[in-house]
């Protein structure tokens, strides 16, 4: 008699919750309603959420772009559940967000259940996604924005505290700017007082960064 393979019958291959709707929900936590998310991004999370499914075969310590990709380029085919390319990112349709109402309650409580089947310490092994983590952590508490606010004194925080905050400069695209916070938001997020800086700093310097910019330019140049 043959034995059963232990990888497709371990709890995180049940076909009850598919990849396209793992992805879909992971998308939708990257803010993929509103912007399109780059590749590497909606695999990473993805992988973390279930590597068991997201990565390569024999290294699960490796998330697996292209499956990833394959899932999205499928959902855009075949149902209109995403919009977007691998070369300039996902974004979710109307379709894609209603999918993930329906199907969100019951991605989660998989991912909770057997999200780590296995897992082998991925994490761990990686190294880098940990260390590197904790040092970008180390310097968001540590920056003049998060120093300044964290102080009372969010009436000093200046422009350029806000493109040292979100890692940015004036020459970069706008979409550069979304995705460095979304990035920042997604690492933040139990830290109550950097959630609170993050979103400070995007209501007054995040639809307006450039224009401030130009303006103490001039102001500097003696044009204004």
Not at 5 to 27: C, E, K, Q
Not at 73 to 90: C, F, H, I, P, Y
């Amino acid at each position: 008699m043959t034995s059963p393979n232990p990888r497709v019958t371990r709890p995180a291959f049940d076909t009850t919750i598919s990849n396209t709707d793992i992805v879909l929900v992971v998308l939708a936590d990257l803010g993929g309603g509103d912007r399109l998310v780059d590749i590497e991004e909606v695999a990473e999370a993805a992988w973390q959420s279930v590597p068991a499914r997201f990565s390569w075969p024999r290294h699960q310590q490796y998330p697996d772009l292209d499956a990833v990709d394959v899932t999205l380029r499928a959902a855009k085919k075949n149902d209109g559940l995403v919009t977007g390319s691998k070369k300039d990112g996902w974004m979710l349709t109307c379709a894609g967000m209603q999918r993930v109402q329906l199907r969100d309650a019951l991605v989660r409580s998989f991912i909770t259940d057997f999200g780590n089947a296995g897992r082998m310490d991925n994490r761990r092994e990686r190294g880098g996604l940990d260390s590197n983590a904790v040092r970008r952590l180390e310097q968001l508490r540590t920056s003049a924005a998060a120093v300044k606010h964290r102080a009372g004194n969010a009436g000093d925080i200046i422009v350029y505290d806000f493109l040292t905050f979100f890692a940015i400069n004036q020459y970069m695209p706008d979409r550069k700017y979304l995705a460095n916070r979304q990035a920042v938001e997604n690492l933040v997020r139990d830290d109550p007082e950097l959630v609170a800086t993050a979103r400070l700093l995007h209501d007054r310097f995040g639809g307006n960064y450039k224009a401030v910019l130009q303006q103490a330019k001039d102001v500097k140049n003696g044009i204004a």
